[in-house]
């Protein structure tokens, strides 16, 4: 018999993200689902070459339960990257952000240190594909579905580069995957 706590630690195993950034602005109600109001804030993540990544966050009241402007202060985030798809004008646009499980707001002491990785245990749902970029670097796009409880799933789309770009674009629909990296953001 599968208990609700071995099926918590299990989906937590296919999916974990762990964040230390800065809020880029307050927290926005977002929605409610029943009685419970969710928010969304961007966390900005600098990265070693010192770009920037603004890394959406959602988040229900109960795991915020905040009372003050949080802008500018340095969060650590423990939860689970999912993706929706969000019906605007007769069209459909998926939307991804880290579902929070955890929020803690670091003292000032702990400021100014920043980190960003994901891991995911799924299963490849669309062919790979492979390319190279003007400047020849190798990289092969992916998605991956990553299960979640309630029969729902997450569509997670994955750059590879490099050997791993050539090993992921030799793979087949169904494959199970796993993958440690982290999450970027970028402008269109």
């Not at 993200?17 to 900005?44: L, M, P, W």
């Not at 009241?61 to 802008?71: C, F, H, I, K, T």
């Not at 750059?159 to 674009?169: L, M, P």
């Amino acid at each position: 018999m599968i208990t609700k706590k071995r099926m918590e630690k299990h989906i937590l195993v296919t999916n974990e993200v762990f964040i230390i950034g800065k809020t880029a602005s307050e927290f926005q109600y977002s929605h409610r689902v029943k009685d419970e109001c969710f928010y969304t804030v961007n966390v900005i993540v600098e990265r070693k070459s010192r770009r920037i990544d603004y890394i959406p966050i959602m988040a229900s009241e109960a795991v915020l339960g905040l009372s003050e402007n949080m802008e500018g202060n340095y969060v650590y985030i423990d939860g689970q990257f999912r993706s929706y798809n969000q019906h605007i004008f007769g069209k459909s646009r998926m939307v991804l952000s880290v579902f929070a499980k955890k929020i803690e707001f670091l003292a000032k002491e702990e400021s100014g240190c920043y980190y960003n990785q994901i891991y995911l245990d799924g299963y490849l749902c669309k062919e790979p594909i492979y390319r190279k970029t003007p400047m020849g670097r190798e990289v092969t796009d992916i998605l991956v579905a990553v299960n979640r409880t309630y029969n729902k799933a997450d569509y997670i789309p994955c750059i590879c580069w490099g050997k791993n770009a050539r090993f992921a674009a030799r793979l087949s629909i169904g494959f199970h995957i796993r993958l440690l990296g982290r999450i970027q953001s970028r402008e269109y």
